[in-house]
Antibody
Framework: QITLKESGPTLVKPTQTLTLTCTFS??????????VGWIRQPPGKALEWLAL???????RYNPSLKTRLTVTKDTSKNQVVLTMTNIDPVDTATYYC????????????WGQGTLVIVSS | EIVMTQSPGTLSLSPGERATLSCRAS??????LAWYQQRPGQAPRLLIY???SRATGIPDRFSGSGSGTDFILTISRLEPEDFAVYYC?????????FGPGTKVDVK
């Protein structure tokens, strides 16, 4: 059974750097074809895809946020870390991580999400 | 970049009625289209992949169709737990945008 769980700060000040961790079980990020994605959802709004990292360290980013995002993995810890720089109140959202198989393409399953509020 | 649109924005129906949700891609994604359901306060969950295949554990009242640029999600008879927001997403090529969602609410 695959599970994922996001963790990180609930409150972040504007201009700071946000670091979120996705801890997963039931699969390995050293397995060919496996990836983990990040998706966010501002309160009352739609889902927005942010980033992906694959077993081979290949990364993909949402072009509109690319300059602010970095995603890395720690295979030994079964973790993926998303870093977002220069945080702004518009970045207030629930952040989700999700499992992705390159040979399939869809996100399944998802973590429960973690709410991040950006405020001074 | 591929842009996803969904219609209608809100669908007001009664339990037992049929729901038909539309999703359109700005260019062909073949059948690389997924549908997700998000109930209030919950994370999204996969309903349909490959435009028409139901994910594990998804009831057969949910069905998907379409290919290329136009896709449909049909819920044959709405159950109380089906009132939620539904998102489509293309996974043909990165970036991987979601549609804006269709909210199915109680009439």
């Amino acid at each position: 059974q695959i599970t994922l769980k996001e963790s990180g700060p609930t409150l972040v000040k504007p201009t700071q750097t946000l670091t979120l961790t996705c801890t997963f079980s039931g699969f390995s990020l050293s397995t060919t074809g496996v990836g983990v994605g990040w998706i966010r959802q501002p309160p009352g709004k739609a889902l927005e895809w942010l980033a992906l990292i694959y077993w081979d360290d290949d990364t993909r980013y949402n072009p509109s946020l690319k300059t602010r995002l970095t995603v890395t993995k720690d295979t030994s810890k079964n973790q993926v870390v998303l870093t977002m720089t220069n945080i702004d109140p518009v970045d207030t959202a629930t952040y989700y991580c999700a499992h992705r198989d390159l040979n399939r393409g869809w996100f399944d399953p998802w973590g429960q999400g973690t709410l991040v509020i950006v405020s001074s | 970049e591929i842009v996803m649109t969904q219609s209608p924005g809100t669908l007001s129906l009664s339990p037992g009625e049929r729901a038909t949700l539309s999703c359109r891609a700005s260019q062909s994604v073949s059948n690389n289209l997924a549908w997700y359901q998000q109930r209030p306060g919950q994370a999204p969950r996969l309903l349909i992949y490959g435009a028409s295949s139901r994910a594990t554990g998804i009831p057969d009242r949910f069905s998907g169709s379409g290919s290329g640029t136009d896709f449909i999600l049909t819920i044959s008879r709405l159950e109380p737990e089906d009132f939620a927001v539904y998102y489509c997403q293309q996974y043909f090529v990165s970036p991987l945008p979601f549609g804006p969602g269709t909210k199915v609410d109680v009439k």
